[in-house]
């Protein structure tokens, strides 16, 4: 299957290139669910190619340049637009090239079809891109733009923009031929007209099979972790104040991420020594903290509406380390996961520093077998091997 791949994504390289550069780390998250995607594609035997524009930068330093050009990596041929710092150009921009290169490309891969991420230009085009070239289009929905973040944080004008950006997003989105959903609940919002779809929550990377999360090289204290949004909305702030107050003997937890609670984070950081922020750091830094921790924590509040059509992708990252997770119920979470994880039944910090002292009571080898469950129920039915196959199936039966 010929399938070309509309979205943020880089080669590793040139991602890595590109964050050294501008100091910049938010989106890398969307940067290993896009690669884990092509990825599982690739192993599945499909021809991948890229139509790849770089995220919008709130900052860009003058000498930096992202120019248009072409690489081959792993056997994904890489198309790059150019970036354009005035954010009205941009769009246009890269609304016509991406128009450009998906005629260039359907010349050379008439049965090919597109798979295309919410971003607004690029959306726009893959649309315009059905009826013009007569291209399948199936969108890749992480989130839906009218719950996101932005649109649920943002006040006054910036709100209004929002909202009217977002509803444009959702437009445009459900106009394609099908769907990639990361939760049965998006289904009911995005697609009214019963199309296409598949619902594969996320991606564990196939490679951690090779990992081993081994009792000997945990950390001598019992450490629990926490990578993502460091914002009080995603249960931050709650995890710190129940960690501080569970006070268990001979532990720490380890912050990795940045947000708003950032600075507030820090000054606690130094009045607690057991509270550790370690700020962005390289993925491979991340997992191997993962591995070596005792407890991995998703304190995501589950009471705003946004987490019914979201599934947080550490879930997945967690979940593959073979280190126990613990968890709020969030609606996107299916059933079927609830065996191999613990979870926050109180989602309050007299709750959660409750939940903590129970859980770190469990012997080394309880906790580890837990982890090692999870481990097991997600590389054999949620690898990004696994989930692209089925991606595949939804495409070639319709």
Request: with cysteine.
């Amino acid at each position: 299957m010929d399938i070309l791949y509309v979205s943020t994504l880089l080669s590793e390289e040139l991602n890595s290139k590109t964050l050294n550069e501008l100091k910049f780390t938010d989106g890398q998250q969307d940067q290993k669910f896009h690669r884990l995607f092509v990825e599982g594609l690739v192993e599945n035997g499909c021809n991948v190619e890229t139509i790849s524009s770089l995220r919008s930068l709130k900052k860009k330093p003058k000498n930096f340049n992202f120019p248009a050009g072409k690489e081959n990596v792993g056997g994904v041929t890489y198309n790059y637009i150019k970036y354009i710092k005035n954010r009205f150009i941009r769009r246009i921009h890269t609304y016509f090239q991406t128009l450009k290169l998906i005629k260039k490309w359907k010349k050379n891969n008439k049965d090919g079809i597109i798979l295309c991420e919410q971003r607004f230009s690029m959306l726009k085009a893959c649309i315009h891109a059905r009826k013009l070239f007569g291209v399948k289009v199936y969108g890749i929905v992480t989130d839906l733009p009218i719950y996101h973040i932005s649109t649920i944080t943002s006040r006054g004008l910036k709100s209004a923009y929002h909202k009217i950006y977002s509803r444009s997003r959702m437009r445009n989105t459900k106009k394609c031929d099908g769907f990639v959903l990361l939760t049965d609940q998006m289904n009911n919002v995005i697609n009214k007209k019963n199309k296409p779809y598949v619902i594969i929550e996320g991606f564990a990377d196939v490679k951690m099979t090779i990992y081993n999360n081994e009792q000997i090289k945990k950390y001598d204290k019992k450490v629990c972790h926490y990578a993502g949004k460091v914002i009080e909305m995603y249960g931050i702030k709650m995890l710190v104040n129940a960690f501080l107050d569970a006070d268990i003997p001979n532990s720490e937890l380890h912050v990795f991420g940045g947000g708003s609670y950032v600075e507030e984070l820090a000054e606690i950081s130094k009045k607690h020594s057991n509270i550790k922020y370690l700020g962005f750091r390289p993925n491979e830094e991340v997992v191997e903290d993962q591995l070596r921790s005792h407890l991995l924590i998703n304190p995501r509040f589950t009471n705003y509406e946004y987490t019914k059509y979201s599934f947080p992708s550490k879930i997945m990252e967690y979940m593959a380390s073979g280190t126990p997770l613990l968890t709020t119920a969030l609606a996107g979470i299916p059933n079927e996961y609830y065996e191999y994880i613990y979870v926050l039944e109180e989602e309050t910090e007299v709750g959660l520093s409750k939940k903590l002292k129970e859980v770190l009571k469990k012997s080394s080898e309880e906790l580890n077998d837990m982890g090692l469950k999870a481990k097991k129920f997600i590389m054999e039915n949620k690898s990004n091997v696994f989930q692209a196959k089925k991606v595949i199936k939804m495409i070639k039966d319709n």
